[in-house]
C-alpha cells in the first residue's frame, strides 16, 4: 500500500493512502489545483498592477497637459479622467495620487482643509 503525506497551504496535513496508482493520482490532482491558484494568483497581481500603473500614467498625462498647472482635489481629477473617459472611484485614485507625489511626480498641500494635487 503506497502512502502520500500533503502539507496544505493553511498549515494542514492530508495523508493519502492507497494503491500506488491511487495516491500518484491524488497527489497529481493536488499539484494541479494548487498550480492553477498559484497562476490565479499571479493574474490578479497582474490586473492589479497594470490598472494602478495605467492610471498613475494617464494621472501623469494630465499633468504634462497643463490639467495640474492649478492645484485641484481628487474630485477633479476623477472628472479630468473622466472626461477622457476613464472612471476610477476616488478611493482607488488616492492611493495612486500618493504613490506619484511620493514618487515627486505631483505635489501636495492643504488649501482650505483639503488635499490638492499639482505639479512640482
Excluded: C
Amino acid at each position: 500500500m503506497a502512502k502520500a503525506t500533503i502539507k496544505l497551504e493553511g498549515g494542514a496535513v492530508v495523508t493519502v493512502e492507497g494503491s500506488a496508482s491511487e495516491v500518484a493520482d491524488i497527489v497529481s490532482r493536488f499539484r494541479i489545483e494548487h498550480a492553477k491558484k498559484q497562476i490565479s494568483k499571479a493574474n490578479e497581481v497582474k490586473k492589479v498592477q497594470k490598472k494602478k500603473s495605467a492610471a498613475s500614467d494617464l494621472i501623469i498625462e494630465l499633468r504634462e497637459g497643463g490639467f495640474l498647472n492649478k492645484p485641484k482635489g481628487l474630485g477633479e481629477i476623477a472628472k479630468g479622467l473622466e472626461e477622457q473617459g476613464h472612471l476610477y472611484p476616488l478611493t482607488t485614485l488616492s492611493g495612486i495620487v500618493l504613490d506619484l507625489v511620493r514618487a515627486g511626480e505631483l505635489g501636495r498641500k492643504k488649501a482650505d482643509g483639503r488635499w490638492v494635487y499639482g505639479k512640482r
